[in-house]
């Protein structure tokens, strides 16, 4: 772990990270790493690769409409809308 | 310096199911905006995405019909990227376990026929809609596609041109549209495509740079896209330089490929399994049902209408390649009981129709009943079969009902021989000389005697009963 890798995730996060919390961060971060990294001592190689701690299988659905027309209430509490859209500052390609 | 070009294709599938992928949220095109989200699509705080099994069962089908495998335990993955028309700030995709993996297609250009392979298909949500020219410094978000289900369906990169790209995109259309798991529009977005391309001098081995191509919606801007990005490579390597690997806009106005900068940063997508989502699985009996329940696809018509209806090998391909086509014919082949003549038309006027108006058989005026209309009316000599091309035109161009045509128009074939006899002998009498000539020996002046009877009756006359009684006639 370095600055930099720590500066391009935090932006990939859209997370803030305060300058000088930087140094204290990578150092946070290589200690987690380092703690998770004693898993990889233990031998997986007959084990099958685990996709979910529950070992369990979806429910699923049919397909069914059951959503009502919530445009009022979920465009209400948006930060930004107007009677029709969700508003953003302008994304231009 | 000859050049090699290496193309893989990326195409996006809409499902066609009702509604979407992990929510009760309708699936429907061209709703007023944001009436078709659900509190899961918003991506609120304590919601549970569900997977639609139909979905599953959409996807399955394609995997049957490119003789995939098919992952019976299939799971989910977030793919991470922050966007105003993603709500959850992730895509739910299938990254590690896909539910279909290694299929294959047939394409056929002017000049070939070979089989694409298809490296994987796999679900995952749609996004929403950025709406970013309405609003002065403002982007309005439209979140009523969120979630709608998608197969992406990835090529393997051996693509040779732009006009193989072509016909294995339109070869994946027809497939789905036959299959019933997507409408296939492409005006309506139902199907977009990413395209890579690179290129290699001939003879190389290893795959040049890829630039993937983005915001491709239609069959003649993917062969303009690649066509302008080979040309830019080429140039580029030719200039000393080297491909940059980049995802590039194409612009169809401009007809040119441009680099998305924006683009190139968030290209670190962080893919880690969902913990919302357990993994999906297909039982045997599932799995049986869907095969067994396969339409007839377009080679199994091929054979069909070769071996059981006796149809000519260019006739059986043309018809089985598009869904229309192949129900247009069956439906006027059951009404009239000529596979046939059915087939005659569909393979001569009316491809011949498509081809001077570029445009495919579900975009023409002509509906599958009022093409029946014409055959039938063929069939049981109401009209001649020149007529019918008269009717055909008219149809083709206005969708007006073939009966109403003939009916206005008096283009009903003469069918009282006494009416024709009376015509051929006028026409006799007024040409003696030519009389003269034909009884003397030169028999090809029969044909200008067909051709005085059909000017005489406007091409109303049945040419079988002119022929006999210009023969009885002129004995």
């Known amino acids: 772990m370095d600055k930099k890798t720590v500066t391009t995730i935090s932006y990939l996060s859209r997370l803030m990270i305060d300058k000088e919390k930087e140094e204290k961060i990578v150092q946070d971060l290589d200690n987690i790493i380092e703690f998770v990294d004693q898993l990889n001592d233990a031998d997986t190689s007959d084990v099958e690769p685990l996709t979910n701690p529950l070992e369990k299988t979806a429910k699923t659905r049919s397909d069914q409409i059951t959503a009502k027309n919530l445009k009022k209430e979920l465009l209400e509490i948006a930060p930004s809308s107007n009677d029709d859209y969700f508003l953003v500052p302008r994304v231009v390609e | ?475």
């Open chain 2, 1 to 475: 310096m000859s050049w090699e070009t290496v193309i893989g294709l990326e195409i996006h599938v809409q499902l066609s199911t009702k509604s979407k992928l992990f929510s009760g949220g309708s699936t429907e095109f061209g709703a007023e905006s944001n009436t078709h989200v659900d509190l899961v699509d918003m991506g609120l705080p304590g919601v549970l995405p569900v997977a639609n099994k139909e979905a599953f069962y959409k996807a399955i089908r394609f995997g049957l019909a490119t003789g995939a495998e098919i992952n019976q335990e299939s799971s989910f993955d977030r793919k991470n990227y922050f966007y105003p028309d993603l709500p959850k700030g992730y895509q739910i995709t299938q990254m590690t376990k896909p539910i279909v993996e290694k299929g294959s297609i047939k394409i056929a250009t002017d000049e070939s026929e070979r089989v694409i392979n298809i490296t994987r298909a796999h679900l995952e949500e749609d996004a929403g809609k950025s709406i970013h020219d309405l609003f002065e410094g403002k982007t309005g978000v439209d979140l009523n596609r969120a979630g709608t289900p998608l197969l992406e369906i990835v090529s393997e990169p051996e693509i040779s041109n732009a006009k193989e790209a072509v016909a294995y995109f339109k070869a994946i259309r027809q497939l789905v549209i036959f299959l019933d798991i997507c409408d296939g529009n492409m005006a309506q977005g139902s199907m977009r495509c990413d395209v890579n391309v690179s290129v290699r001098k001939s003879g190389n081995k290893d795959l040049g740079t890829r630039a993937e191509l983005k915001n491709i919606n239609s069959f003649k801007f993917i062969e303009k896209a690649i066509n302008y990005e080979i040309d830019r490579q080429i140039r580029v390597i030719e200039s000393g330089e080297s491909v940059v690997q980049e995802t590039r806009l194409y612009d169809s106005e401009k007809n040119e490929t441009r680099s998305m900068r924006s683009k190139e940063e968030a290209n670190d997508y962080r893919y880690f399994p969902c913990p919302d989502l357990l993994p999906v699985v297909i039982s045997d009996k599932e799995l049986k049902d869907i095969k067994d329940n396969l339409p007839e696809l377009p080679e199994e018509k091929r054979k069909r209408y070769i071996k059981e209806i006796g149809l000519e090998e260019s006739e059986a391909k043309i018809i089985s390649s598009s869904k229309t086509m192949a129900n247009m014919f069956e439906d006027a082949s059951s009404k009239t009981n000529d596979a046939k003549l059915v087939a005659k038309w569909l393979v001569g006027d009316i491809s011949a129709l498509l081809n001077k108006d570029n445009i495919d058989i579900e975009e023409s005026n002509l509906t599958s009943e009022n093409f029946g209309k014409l055959i039938e009316r063929i069939s049981d000599n109401t009209i001649s079969g020149k007529i019918a091309k008269s009717v055909l035109e008219d149809a083709w161009e206005n969708g007006t009902d073939v009966d109403e045509i003939i009916k206005t128009k008096g283009l009903v074939q003469i069918q009282d021989e006494s009416i024709l006899e009376e015509i051929a002998m006028k026409i006799v009498e007024s040409n003696p000389s030519q009389v003269a000539a034909y009884k003397s020996g030169k028999d090809k002046l029969f044909g200008f005697f067909v051709g005085q009877v059909m000017k005489e009756t406007q091409g109303k006359a049945n040419p079988k009963s002119v022929n006999e009684i210009l023969k009885k006639l002129l004995k």
